[in-house]
C-alpha cells in the first residue's frame, strides 16, 4: 500500500489545498461484506484481541513502504483504539444509561462459555438518541448496515473493556502519543463526564 495521490483541490472562493493523505477503512470482524467476508464471519463475532489482532494488522499492513516520519493516524468510531496516533468520535467508555450490573456480568459469564462469542442479543440503540437532527436517525434507523444485535462477547467487550479503559488502563496512556477525542455535549449513549 505505497501509493497516494497528490492533488491540488480549488475551493468556491478559490484557494486551493493540497492534498496528500490516504483513507482506509476495516470492517472489524462484523461480516458486513457479503461478497468478501470469510465463511466463519457473523456480524458481531467479534472481541477487543480480535479487534486488537486485525487493527495491528492493518496498520502493519499500512506502514509496508512508508517513511517512519510519515503519520499515521487511527480513527475509530465509538470504540477506543490504539496506534501512532489516535482520533476517537464518541468512544463508549461509560454509557449515559448504563445496563444494569447483573445484566452485564450475565453476558460475561455467557461470552466465556465455548460457544459465547456467537450468540446474538438484542443491541438497539435508539435513533432519536443519536442527534438533534430527525434526519439522523432516520437514516441510521434505514442503513442496511446497521444492525441492532450484538454477541455477548462483543457486547461484554465493549462494555467492561470502555469501563475499565476509563477507570484504570488511562494511566498506561504513553503520554507522547497523540489524542484527539471528538464527542458531542448531548450524546444520550455514551457520556462524555470521564473526558
Not at 61 to 86: K, Q, T, W
Amino acid at each position: 500500500m505505497t501509493g497516494h495521490t497528490d492533488e491540488w483541490v480549488s475551493t468556491g472562493d478559490g484557494m486551493k489545498l493540497y492534498t496528500r493523505m490516504n483513507m482506509y477503512s476495516l470492517d472489524i470482524q462484523a461480516a458486513l461484506d457479503v461478497t468478501n467476508r470469510s465463511p466463519s464471519a457473523k456480524y458481531g463475532k467479534t472481541s477487543w484481541p480480535e479487534q486488537h489482532s486485525d487493527i495491528q494488522y492493518m496498520l502493519n499492513l499500512l506502514r509496508e513502504g512508508l517513511s517512519n516520519e510519515v503519520p499515521v493516524f487511527l480513527m475509530g468510531h465509538s470504540m477506543p483504539c490504539f496506534a501512532p496516533g489516535v482520533i476517537a468520535t464518541s468512544p463508549l467508555i461509560r454509557q449515559a444509561h448504563p445496563a444494569p450490573a447483573w445484566q452485564v456480568g450475565a453476558g460475561g459469564l455467557v461470552s466465556k462459555l465455548p460457544f459465547g462469542s456467537s450468540i446474538n442479543v438484542p443491541a438497539e440503540v435508539k435513533p432519536e438518541d443519536l442527534s438533534r437532527d430527525p434526519a439522523v436517525g432516520a437514516a441510521y434507523k434505514e442503513d442496511p448496515y446497521v444492525k441492532f444485535m450484538g454477541t455477548t462477547k462483543g457486547i461484554y467487550d465493549m462494555l467492561n473493556g470502555g469501563k475499565e479503559l476509563g477507570e484504570h488502563d488511562v494511566t498506561n496512556w504513553p503520554p507522547d502519543l497523540p489524542l484527539l477525542i471528538i464527542h458531542g455535549t448531548e450524546d444520550k449513549v455514551d457520556t462524555n463526564e470521564w473526558i
